[in-house]
């Protein structure tokens, strides 16, 4: 267990971007991640847990406490059944499952951060979320002092969120178990449009395993969603606003602000209406590569809000506040950032 004072925390994330911990804490076993939290819980010590920090947006007077990296490895197979140690790379992970034939992670290829950080977010992309795999989290509960096993229905995922997102101060994730599917060397059902045409199928249809995760892999790339520390349209927390999720009488309005356009539409739970965030920006007028200051929109993505290189964090939120608003002028709808803030706020 490594601990370091005053250690800064920009490198840490994929914004590159945030202020120093007053004390930051690197954890490779379960036991001394759980002796961490153990003794900042007792100490009455505020408590940062980061794992790729790719869903960070961190303030830049950085965090007044103690920072928990995990950095666990494991990564453990029995026939479908796969268990992931909380720090094992995601993108990792999902090549060598991908590499052992099975299906059921292979279009979130290339997604940054790490494991222990997909349920709590419900990563998902592609048309595929984690929370159609996972079948048990493993965490420590801090609330009960105790470690504890939920399974997938008690894990309570929607939309990019769940259980873990909700009550973010009561569990840290130790351990990740998904139920895999060996389909022959072939992918899961394409669901997402853009992933069917690029293979030239059908929704619905499966395709061969390698190809559908090489697909992703160079759809992601070509947004800028690859990590690459050259490119700096990959310095970014991924697609910073989630999708609206519109009520009935919210859909409405939207439509009648619309006028003779037309916007993507997506049925979601609830009788309610998902479309494009990105869609959305773009229409506003903030369009690839918007912004003239240190932090800009991606050239390649509109979702992606970047660090050009001598960014602040206040510098991308003044950006966020402003796309945020824009949208909500034109549109009459809210934008919701989608990464965690910590230290400041939209």
Known sequence: MLVELDAPLAPLTTLRLGGPARRLVTATTDDEVIETVRAADAAGEPLLVIGGGSNLVIGDRGFAGTVLRIATTGFALDGTELELAAGEVWSEAVARAVDAGLAGIEFLAGIPGSAGATPVQNVGAYGQEVAT????????????????????????????????KADPERYVVLRVRFRLEDADGLSTAVRYAEVARTLGVEAGERVDLATAYKTVLGLRAGKGMVLDPADHDT????????????????????????????????????????????????????????????????????????????????????????????????????????????????
């Open 133 to 164: 795999g996972i079948t048990e989290v493993v965490a420590y509960d801090r609330r009960a002092g105790e470690t504890v096993v939920l399974s997938n229905e008690e894990c309570e995922f929607s939309y990019r969120h769940s259980r873990f």
């Open 235 to 346: 310095w970014s927390a991924g697609s910073f606003f989630t999708n609206p999720v519109l009520t009935a009488d919210q859909y409405a309005a939207f439509l009648a602000r619309l006028g003779d356009r037309s916007a993507p539409a997506y049925p979601a739970p609830g009788e309610c209406t998902k479309t494009s965030a990105a869609w959305l920006i773009d229409q506003a007028g903030f369009g690839k590569g918007y912004g003239t200051g240190p932090a800009t929109l991606s050239t390649k993505h509109t979702l992606a809000l970047t660090n050009r290189g001598a960014a602040t964090t206040e510098d991308l939120l003044a950006l966020a506040r402003e796309i945020r608003d824009g949208v909500r002028t034109a549109f009459g709808v809210d934008l919701v950032n989608e990464p965690v803030m910590i230290g400041v706020a939209l």
